[in-house]
């Protein structure tokens, strides 16, 4: 632990208490939490070990769900119209969006047990040691935190485990600062076009060198195989 951090006076240890007695999930108690977290850890949660990071199942999917949506209405407006965020919104609730998560490995970030932001990756290609992030997405209320940081930094290292050695991301516009800082570079600019009809303008970008892999890096089972096959089908 971070012997840096402030020691709290007896009026902001009774403050602490009182955020803590207040509704697991209410606004109010993440409000609060967000002001001791920031304030135990310096203002930065990347190394706060009472950030746990694990992998997300299908028991978190209506979080998950809110976060995106949450976050594609927060950092996605100077790029996209209202028309386009609402598809875009209404895309992350069906069971085609959710397919195309989970076939990813899917970690959040908890804070208190609520999920505050999510991270992925997937292999870039069949015979290849890219490995391509995914849905790098923070809940605005815990925005400024590092938690996108930590979660980046756990994909990573998750992705060279499995023997990838460069990472890409397909970064919306606004986003490439972000990833600049952690290293990556500008490859090329384009458009994502979603499979709802939405395109968002990105840039490419990659970190570290690719390298050539003699065999196949098997994938996740796609949520498909376990929510049903179909056409795309809105969730509730």
């Known amino acids: 632990m971070d012997t840096r951090r402030p020691k709290l006076l007896p009026s902001q240890k009774l403050q602490v208490e009182r955020v803590l007695a207040l509704g697991r999930v209410s606004d109010n108690r993440a409000m609060g939490l967000r002001w001791c977290f920031a304030l135990y850890g310096g203002g930065v949660m990347s190394q706060n070990p009472l950030v746990e990071i694990r992998p997300i199942g299908l028991d978190s999917l209506a979080e998950l769900r809110h976060i995106h949506a949450l976050a594609f209405r927060s950092y996605l407006s100077s790029d996209l119209s209202n028309d386009q965020i609402d598809a875009l919104v209404d895309f992350v609730r069906t069971r085609e969006y959710m397919e195309m998560i989970f076939q990813t490995a899917c970690l959040g970030a908890w804070i208190d047990q609520r999920l505050c932001a999510t991270g992925s990756w997937t292999p870039g290609g069949a015979v290849s040691s890219s ?69 968002i303008p990105v840039l490419h970008m990659r970190k570290g060198e690719e390298r050539k892999l003699h065999a196949e890096i098997p994938r996740v089972p796609p949520l498909g195989r376990v929510l049903g096959q179909g056409a795309p089908t809105r969730l509730h």
């Open 131 to 199: 490995a391509r992030l995914i849905g790098i997405c923070v809940d605005p209320l815990f925005a400024g935190l590092g938690l996108a940081r930590r979660l980046v930094t756990e994909v990573e290292a998750q992705a060279r485990r499995a023997g990838f050695s460069m990472m890409t991301a397909r970064s919306p516009v606004t986003m490439a600062p972000f990833f600049e800082r952690l290293g990556y570079s500008g490859t090329s600019r384009g458009a994502w076009m979603t499979p709802c009809g939405v395109s």
